[in-house]
């Protein structure tokens, strides 16, 4: 099993920047990649960013350019830099991690834009 936990969410005024963090502890040998989803109030989970297997990174397009997801020294870690935040991008951030059977997910963590 691999247990996720983020940080760095909090209230932030839209044009500002967040950073978030998300480390991975049990099994992490087992791990292929991470990423980052978020969900809204009242919308369905969608993807920000990750990394996939074969090391490329995909972003939603709404994001691009603006958030840039990074990886510490092993791969057990995983950062989300998000600027210019707008209004409606206030969701709870999920980081998630792949093995080769199974996605892991961690608690979230809430980021609210104010406008």
């Known amino acids: 099993q691999v247990q996720l936990v983020e940080s760095g969410g909090g209230l932030v005024q839209a044009g500002g920047s967040l950073r978030l963090s998300c480390v991975a502890s049990g099994s992490v040998d087992t791990i292929i990649y991470m990423g980052w989803y978020r969900q809204a109030p009242g919308k369905k989970s969608e993807l920000v960013a990750t990394f996939t297997s074969g090391s490329y990174i995909d972003y939603a397009d709404p994001v691009k350019g603006r958030f840039a997801i990074s990886r510490g020294n092993a791969v057990s870690s995983v950062y989300l830099q998000k600027d210019s935040l707008k209004p409606e991008e206030t969701a709870v951030y999920y980081c998630?991690?792949?093995?080769?059977?199974?996605?892991?997910w961690g608690q979230g963590t809430l980021v609210t834009v104010s406008s």
């Open positions: 998630t991690a792949r093995s080769q059977n199974q996605r892991f």
